[in-house]
């Protein structure tokens, strides 16, 4: 079977495809992958073809202006902004994705692609399957990720669906309607949702059954197959960020607690440095700290740059981070209760669920400061939560995602 495959966004979207990408491979499918310019290097480690979606996701990710919105808590303009980006790339990227899809036989995208993803692939005449790191279409069991993370009533929780789609479409109708006139297809009003519904479209959501339990029987065609983590040799494979001093940090003391927000907006590192510092000194942990800030005299407190969650975040106490799927995933198979700093899209959800599960404690970036960090962090050390999260990492290492993600694939296919 002739795969095609599109992992565009962050390392969150990339890697987990890149990883089914090579179970896919190993099973003896011709899988090609497309990526951001600067996550090519990530399929290319674990043996998949992998081409160049001529786009940055660190450009994308951390534009200046990009950021500030996100600090401000003004969603709506950092929305804005990155629908023009998507226009401004999108020929470049239709085309790419037209060319791919010629020669295949299935085309699976996640969501940053799914809008061009899924029109493509009926005009090429294929299936088409998609990847979700959190449950973003209608459901009884929670509201939009978008609206609220309080649970609603089942029907109430099901309006909200419909209210983002009323929303929501309008905006990616005409994007979508001119993506269709290039292809050859006629105009539609059937939002993507409803169309991948109508024609029984895979729609793999690749988080746990044991973190999200109230989804477990959701829907055959929408099953829960696991968070998509590399292997044990794989991770060696991608840990391009190996440093031996840190290493050495890491051994001459009690395991740290992690602090680091991804491309989330630290607007001024040095203060929030000094706001970690503070709290790691109160609570009597180690610190270390992923951001662009000075080195710190304190012996008790480490700041790198980026590192591989994978391969770092088995060796800490505790996380705290910008509750990312991926991220998430990571610091959870671990063992690690986590602090989530939820920002945008579906970090708030990540973060109330961990609360739920008494695994986990969140608030708003906006909201973070020493006393809020504090009160989110100090309980997350104490034998409850620390036991529920080893608990929950057992289950989570038991699980073959990634094999399981591939029989649905398969299965699907040959249905």
């Known amino acids: 079977m002739r795969?095609?495959?599109?992992g565009m966004g962050s390392r969150g979207d990339a890697q987990p495809m890149a990883v089914l990408g090579a179970e896919l491979v190993a099973r003896g499918h011709d899988v090609t992958l497309g990526l951001c310019s600067d996550l090519v290097w990530i399929g290319r480690a674990l043996g998949v073809e992998t081409v160049d979606l001529k786009a940055s996701a660190k450009e994308f990710l951390e534009s200046p202006?990009?950021?500030?919105?996100?600090?401000?808590?003004?969603?709506?303009?950092?929305?804005r902004w990155l629908l023009d980006y998507k226009r401004q790339y999108a020929d470049q990227l239709q085309s790419d994705l037209i060319d791919l899809a010629s020669n295949a036989d299935v085309l699976i995208s996640g969501t940053a692609t799914e809008l061009e993803a899924v029109v493509i692939a009926e005009a090429a005449g294929i299936p088409y399957a998609s990847i979700y790191h959190a449950p973003m279409r209608s459901n009884s069991a929670f509201p939009h990720l978008l609206v609220s993370t309080d649970i609603f009533s089942p029907e109430q929780n099901l309006a909200t669906y419909a209210k983002v789609d009323g929303s929501n479409w309008p905006v990616f109708e005409p994007f979508v309607n001119k993506l269709r006139t290039r292809v050859g297809l006629p105009s539609t009003t059937e939002t993507t949702g409803v169309r991948l519904a109508r024609t029984g479209s895979l729609e793999v959501q690749a988080y746990s059954r044991h973190?999200?339990?109230?989804?477990?029987d959701w829907d055959p065609r929408r099953p829960l197959t696991g968070f998509l983590a590399p292997s044990a040799q794989q991770r060696k494979l991608l840990d391009e960020l190996h440093d031996p001093e840190l290493d050495a940090w890491l051994d001459a003391g009690d395991p740290p607690v992690y602090f680091g927000f991804g491309s989330m907006p630290v607007l001024e590192p040095e203060a929030a440095l000094t706001m970690i510092e503070k709290v790691a000194d109160m609570l009597g942990v180690r610190a270390l700290v992923s951001l662009k800030a000075r080195p710190t005299s304190s012996s008790a407190v480490r700041v790198v740059g980026n590192l591989n969650h994978d391969t770092v975040l088995p060796r800490c106490l505790a996380a705290v981070h910008h509750g990312g799927a991926g991220t998430s995933a990571t610091s959870l198979r671990a063992g690690l209760p986590t602090v989530v700093c939820a920002v945008f899209a579906d970090q708030p959800f990540w973060g109330a669920q961990l609360q739920r599960m008494g695994v986990?404690?969140?608030?708003?970036?906006?909201?973070?400061?020493?006393?809020?960090?504090?009160a989110a962090l100090e309980p997350m050390l104490c034998n409850g939560p620390r036991q529920r999260a080893a608990e929950l990492a057992v289950l989570l290492r038991e699980e073959d995602a990634v094999?399981?993600?591939?029989?649905?694939?398969?299965?699907?296919?040959?249905?």
Do not use: I
């Open 211 to 216: 973190v999200v339990p109230e989804l477990v």
């Open 65 to 79: 202006q990009g950021q500030k919105w996100l600090a401000a808590g003004d969603f709506q303009s950092y929305v």
């Open 403 to 415: 094999a399981q993600t591939a029989d649905a694939l398969e299965q699907s296919l040959s249905a």
């Open 3 to 6: 795969v095609v495959m599109v």
């Open 360 to 374: 986990g404690s969140t608030l708003r970036f906006t909201d973070l400061s020493e006393p809020t960090l504090f």
